[in-house]
């Protein structure tokens, strides 16, 4: 591939049929819709209103006849599954929405590099819990509005129904039957929450994988995106990472500087492909000793850094093989200036 090839067409890059998403069995559970996003349009508002069931990720022992549809399953998410019946829309101020998940779908385990399907557990493993959706939609909510890049909460479902396993054999049995039957708490509720990304790759999708063609895969549908989003169909490899660097400092300053938190995870596993920040139900009040420590680097931007550090690498390589202009070092400085200018605070860096 030559220097110029790229700005006319990419590499391959679906995500299904480089392998990067499989398609796993799924049985499907009774729900009922909540909590629609005000943001969703009104085809697909009515869509989710009129939804009475929802796919969910059937373990092995699960019978054939309740295996009736599948659902996207990635190494590294281990319960959610990627959806393919949504169509993209821009909301209003823009932005893409173009691939969509339901969290709490069941629980994914990794067996010697394969992805299977494992039982739900009592404990709630593989669920999800009413509580932990409000939490995640209202810092959804929060930061979306003040211009970070991160998620969109879509609808909730409450289930009503779960595959359970006894003496070897799997049925359907309701919510209510399990909390008579003492095999949950007597309050215990289970939501699948639904949510809407430009990217929903992670980073450590990304430096974990070691298919050339998949790790590749999901950095050009990752720059695919950027270049829409944009609206600059020749967004470079290099210009990417600068994007994203400055997406990323500017969404950790905002956090940081006006709402006075701090993420605490913000790690390769939080951190999108588009300079998203995932999983908000850990943000918290920053302390106030580290409100003072002005000119000190906080642990959410030593972490991001890291993480961005790891991904450019990738990046780099990728850019070498296929004789592409290389990435250039700016990205730092570009991170640096966008974190320091919506934060307040001086962000010090031995990188």
Not at 220 to 244: C, E, H, K, N, T
Not at 285 to 297: E, H, T
Not at 298 to 312: G, R, S, V
Request: charged share 25%; net charge neutral; hydrophobic share 35%.
């Amino acid at each position: 591939m030559d220097r110029l090839s790229l700005q006319d067409a990419l590499p391959p890059h679906d995500l299904e049929a480089t392998g990067v998403i499989e398609r796993l069995p799924a049985t499907q559970v009774t729900v009922t819709p909540y909590d629609i996003n005000e943001a969703v349009p009104e085809e697909l508002r009515k869509a989710i209103e009129a939804t009475v069931r929802i796919p969910f990720f059937a373990p092995a022992s699960t019978p054939g006849e309740l295996i009736t549809t599948t659902l996207g399953a990635r190494h590294n998410h281990f319960r959610s599954g990627d959806i393919s019946d949504r169509s993209e829309f821009r909301d209003s101020s823009g932005l893409i929405w173009r691939v969509f998940d339901r969290k709490g779908a069941g629980k994914l385990v990794n067996n010697h590099g394969q992805l299977e399907v494992a039982a739900w557990e009592p404990n709630g493993q593989g669920l999800m819990r009413p509580g932990d959706h409000r939490s995640d939609r209202r810092n959804s909510e929060k930061y979306r509005r003040a211009g970070i890049r991160t998620h969109l909460v879509v609808a909730c479902y409450e289930i009503h129904e779960l595959l359970y396993e006894k003496d070897g054999v799997t049925t359907m049995v309701s919510v209510a039957d399990l909390r008579n039957m003492g095999v949950i708490g007597p309050d215990d509720r289970f939501v699948a929450q639904e949510r809407a990304y430009g990217v929903k790759t992670r980073i450590r999708d990304v430096v974990e994988c070691k298919d050339k063609v998949q790790q590749r895969a999901m950095v050009f549908d990752a720059l695919a995106f950027m270049r829409r989003q944009l609206g600059q169909p020749r967004l470079s490899l290099s210009d990417y990472v600068s994007s994203i660097a400055e997406i990323l400092g500017r969404s950790i300053g905002i956090i940081h500087g006006h709402f006075k938190e701090e993420h605490g995870f913000l790690n390769s596993h939080n951190i999108g492909l588009d300079g998203g920040i995932f999983d908000l139900d850990s943000p918290r009040p920053l302390s106030k000793w580290r409100i003072r420590q002005r000119g000190q680097r906080f642990d959410d931007t030593n972490t991001a850094l890291l993480a961005l550090e790891t991904y450019i690498k990738i990046v780099s390589s990728i850019c070498s093989d296929l004789n592409l202009p290389p990435v250039e070092p700016e990205w730092l400085n570009t991170f640096r200036t966008r974190y320091e200018s919506a934060s307040g605070v001086r962000l010090l860096s031995n990188r």
